[in-house]
């Protein structure tokens, strides 16, 4: 057997990136130059490419003034899960349309220009096809990319990176219908590795040091056609999801629902007749 | 600038873990006998060691009788946070003891002998300590333990390991205090890196191939001494947690509480009122 192994690395050398900007040569163009050093740094066949959404969403001329902020917010807003005031202002929790569960809509105001706020690519994986198809051309090789942003998560403190857009790769590999060590049947395990592997790059991309891309080397298993689901196949339906209210707004609705019915005023609308419940 | 790179890669030949097995000892002959092969394989400065729980809780003896199973997830849960019937049975989303939100308390039936179930190690933390003061003593080098269980979560499908002991290691990077590349303050960002090194050595361990440990080289930046904060303060206090309760459960939480404040009935405890909450 291969010892199962992998690295990751940074990918030096991307400038600032601009509204029309081609992100593809800007990529080949900093790692021929991160190559000259160390010619194992050359892209190769079965390598995952991680590429911050921050520059995808550039290069695709999503930026607005910060005064809009708010407007984009709601724009981005398929509906709010989650809601709490604290001195710092409001935590908005929100279903963006990218079916992202996160912090307002996920439009980000560090490291983007002065006076504009960031929103997010409007299809992630449409832009990890495009940003895949041009570079497995280019370079002849099969590879994989991965589009990733930062989230916070619930029960756990602070954030991870996860996959929002991908293509030509596996996401998840499936061991339900295997057996483990002992030949028993594993149950209810579908390892996540893109979620994984956007987590292992953060490691070396880093949010502050301006490294947005990352090469992660000795997946090639996970790497597949360019027909593979992308990073909405990750998003778990509502009517899975057991979390799909924030505590307080379920407990109010609730509240608001017998309290209706009892006062024999206009009902709330029950949490199962909501929206995707 | 050194390039910000790791590698991870899976320690092979670790033999089936029983009660009262000494871990250390496991572990180091495998890394000697790998590095037979390979110097490069023997542990060093800065590395960073994965362990699969399921072997921790093995040595540590916390096998239980298949048919005392639902008494052992009675025992280790602190509160039911969710529940679900579905047609496999009944998916209880609880609080463990050690402060993790996890399907029957992490209880597990998958690569254990027949006839038997695994509870978590009472103490993920203390398990890392020791096994990071012993390994640190015997090869004479500083290294951090992280110990991995596998985890579903909220809005997105599958599972992804993360990090429920530690030991030896910063587990987060805050960026709270820095800057992003424009100068601006960088906003709520504390990057969980124990949970990324979880997810990223659980490409390599895997599940069914009996793999339980990982070696990540490259975060020496990482390690520190052995008084860092364990695994519990990744832990979200309830306080600041907008999902604490499944959707369902808080909105019959809601619902009760009205009806018992229009028929003057016994009052159900409001939300606000609940323990922790």
């Known amino acids: 057997m291969t010892l199962p192994r992998f690295s990751a690395w940074a990918?030096?050398?991307?400038?600032?990136?601009?509204?029309?900007?081609?992100?593809?040569?800007?990529?080949?163009?900093?790692?021929?130059?991160?190559?000259?050093?160390?010619?194992?740094?050359?892209?190769?066949?079965?390598?995952?490419?991680?590429v911050a959404s921050k520059i995808v969403a550039k290069a695709e001329g999503r930026l607005v003034p910060a005064t809009d902020r708010e407007k984009a917010i709601t724009e981005d807003t398929v509906r709010v899960v989650a809601e709490r005031v604290h001195a710092g202002g409001v935590t908005r929790i929100v279903e963006t349309r990218q079916g992202l569960i996160m912090a307002a809509a996920g439009i980000d105001m560090s490291n983007v220009p002065d006076g504009f706020a960031l929103r997010l690519p409007e299809d992630p994986d449409l832009s990890a096809q495009q940003l895949c198809a041009i570079l497995r051309e280019r370079l002849g090789i099969s590879l994989g990319i991965i589009i990733t942003d930062t989230f916070g998560r619930p029960w756990r403190v602070g954030q991870t990176d996860v996959a929002i857009g991908a293509a030509g790769l596996q996401l998840t590999e499936d061991m339900r219908g295997g057996n483990d060590a002992n030949g028993r049947p594993l149950h209810a395990t579908i390892a996540v590795v893109a979620d994984e592997i956007a987590g292992a790059a953060d490691l070396v991309k880093g949010k502050a040091g301006g490294l947005p891309v990352a090469v992660v080397r000795g997946l090639g298993r996970l790497v597949t056609g360019l027909d593979a689901p992308g990073a909405r196949s990750l998003?778990?339906?509502?009517?899975?999801?057991?979390?799909?209210?924030?505590?307080?707004?379920?407990?109010?609705?609730?509240?608001?629902?017998?309290?209706?019915?009892?006062?024999?005023?206009?009902?709330?609308?029950?949490?199962?007749g909501r929206q995707g419940n």
Request: aromatic letters at 6%; charged letters at 30%.
């Open 11 to 50: 990918v030096t050398g991307i400038p600032e990136v601009l509204d029309g900007d081609d992100l593809a040569t800007l990529i080949c163009d900093a790692v021929d130059k991160q190559a000259e050093g160390d010619a194992e740094l050359a892209l190769a066949e079965g390598d995952i490419l991680v």
């Open 235 to 272: 998003v778990r339906s509502l009517e899975e999801d057991m979390f799909r209210f924030g505590s307080a707004e379920a407990y109010q609705l609730g509240y608001d629902t017998a309290r209706a019915e009892f006062e024999g005023g206009a009902a709330a609308t029950p949490l199962a």
